[in-house]
């Protein structure tokens, strides 16, 4: 579909001036075939702009070649407010634990269904994003939400996020920002991104 009149668009395929490396540098993402597309070792990028509640469209791609299983295959993420990830993942017929799976809010909530294309073929997560909310006293006083759409499908429905994504422990809310940058994974696999803008609630 056509990017809304009042998106901002984050990701055209063809510079990658709405983004930085995660340490401020210059983002070093490889850019061909309108895509950009994670270089092993270049580390997470961000965007230049910071966000809170937020309509987010994101395509994505897990490379068609497959190597490795598990958390190993297709691995980045998406993590909103630089903070809460959305699981990306090559899921097809590739077991993990639930709420490490492609549609996950990674060791928190697993996606409702997975709804994973094939390795190689570009996937589409449509994002409705609630920023926490904090009292004075660093308190949260509303925790974010997520609804996630994975190619079409529902897989996170207004769902509560705990926390800040940890690896091993229970998330818990720490105060940050109104407005914080949307965050891409490198975790060493080459994965793609396109297409992606974003509408401010
Ligand atoms: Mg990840």
């Known amino acids: 579909a056509d990017v809304p009149a009042d998106a901002i668009v ?26 950009m597309t994670v270089a092993k070792g270049a580390g997470a990028i961000k965007t230049k702009k910071s966000f809170a509640d937020c309509q987010l469209h994101v395509e994505w791609r897990s490379p068609a070649q497959v190597k490795g299983q598990g958390q190993g295959r297709g691995n980045s993420g998406i993590f909103l407010m630089g903070l809460y ?3 990306v993942l090559d899921s097809y017929k590739n077991r993990t634990y639930s709420n490490g799976q ?5 060791k928190q909530l697993p996606p409702l269904v997975n709804a994973s294309r094939m390795p190689g073929e570009w996937q589409t997560y449509d994002i409705i994003f609630t920023a926490p909310t904090f009292n004075k006293d660093s308190s949260v006083k509303s925790q974010a939400r997520i609804t996630v759409i994975h190619n079409g499908v529902v897989v996170q429905n207004n769902a509560t996020i705990w926390g800040a994504t940890q690896y091993i422990g229970i998330a818990t809310n720490q105060q940050h920002n109104p407005k914080e940058p949307i965050m891409l994974q490198d975790h060493g696999d080459a994965v793609s991104f396109r297409n992606i803008w974003i509408r401010e609630l």
């Open 85 to 87: 990830e959305l699981q």
């Open 10 to 35: 984050l990701c055209n395929g063809k510079d990658l001036s709405e983004w930085q490396s995660a340490n401020g540098q210059p983002a070093k993402w490889k850019l061909e075939d309108g895509a």
């Open 102 to 106: 492609a549609g996950s809010i990674y």
